[in-house]
């Protein structure tokens, strides 16, 4: 229990450091500027000492209970996909199957059945889903609710149960254990959120989608995709055990697919008129708004980790 390897052991001390320089510089902040309201700030930076201790912890203690953990964010993101978008009263009943794919999909995870867990929702719950659909005998509005259904089984289900069978894949750099691939493809995508925000805040000019999310600039994608392959092909090789030619690579792919999972949750919430997700995070919003952009990059460094380092 707890027992971690040490270069897995040396990013959780660089990260948990990071959290103390931003909560002392919250108080500089509040001390310099004390007409300023920095409620939602320091809301944010105590929500981030929450999650990330309660990651930590959990993966710190074994696979299995990281394999847990990750369920129940699916669960938690199923649940908030649901209580956003519009459905059927027909569809209740079938809501019941979808939440069913949680317990099974890491089942499969956490036996090691690779190819169960990897057809298993897109080919076996997509293709069941409407049957039971269409056995409640309503056909109004039948395409949009089986194609709203299978979308939210795949991003909060599907994409995000990568994380869990990272810790399933057998160690390749013993330095960094089993935890540093899932540390790696987190920290990078957070970090990638950050690097985005403050490169399109420095040098951002051009929007590239006004009408999605007109905070996002071509000087801060460019910015933040440059930034974070460079930190890839650094760490790659300290906490997966890939080449720094390959890390750069992932890198690059993990910083373009944060973009496009921010922005589709982005169209998601615009959609549906709202600015959040849902509350559940202090400072931050819902579940969704915290792993909109892990749930493009979870399954693309999966897999391009599985082919290339074994």
């Known amino acids: 229990m707890f027992e971690i390897a040490p270069h897995a052991r040396t990013v959780v001390l660089a990260v948990l450091g990071l959290l103390c320089v931003a909560s002392l510089s919250r108080l500089w902040l509040a001390q310099q500027n004390p007409t300023r309201d920095y409620q939602e700030l320091k809301l944010r930076i105590r ?6 201790g309660l990651l930590f912890v959990v993966l710190m203690l074994n696979r299995q209970a990281g394999i847990v953990f990750f369920a129940f964010l699916s669960y938690l ?10 459905t059927r009263l ?20 956490w036996h090691d059945w690779y190819g169960m867990f990897n057809v298993f929702v897109p080919v076996y719950v997509f293709l069941f889903l409407p049957v039971r659909m269409l056995l409640l005998g309503d056909n109004n509005g039948f395409i949009r609710s089986a194609g709203v259904i299978h979308w939210m089984v795949m991003l909060a289900v599907y994409c995000i149960s990568h994380l869990a069978a990272l810790l399933t894949l057998p160690v390749i750099n013993h330095a960094a254990g089993y935890l540093g691939p899932v540390l790696f493809v987190i920290f990078l995508t957070q ?4 690097c985005q925000y403050i490169w399109g805040k ?3 000019r051009r929007k590239i989608i006004p009408l999605v ?3 996002k600039t071509w000087g801060g994608f460019i910015g933040g995709c440059v930034t974070v392959t460079l930190c890839s092909g650094i760490i790659g090789p300290y906490l997966t055990g ?5 890390s750069l690579v992932v890198g690059a792919m993990i910083a373009v697919a944060g973009f496009f999972g921010d922005v589709v949750i982005s169209s998601v919430k615009r959609d549906l008129g709202i600015k959040d997700t849902g509350q559940l995070i202090p400072g931050h919003g819902g579940i969704l ?15 391009f980790y599985r082919y290339f380092a074994y």
Do not use: C
């Open 47 to 52: 929500s981030w000492w929450w999650m990330i």
């Open 289 to 303: 708004d915290r792993l909109d952009s892990i749930i493009y990059t979870a399954p693309i460094f999966f897999h």
């Open 213 to 215: 999310s007109p905070n």
């Open 191 to 194: 970090f990638n959120d950050v």
């Open 202 to 204: 420095q040098v951002g």
């Open 90 to 109: 027909t569809d209740r009943r079938v809501l019941f199957w979808a939440y069913l794919a949680i317990p099974l999909q890491y089942f499969w995870i």
């Open 77 to 86: 993101a199923l649940k908030e996909f649901f209580s956003i978008v519009p």
């Open 242 to 246: 890939l080449s720094w030619q390959l």
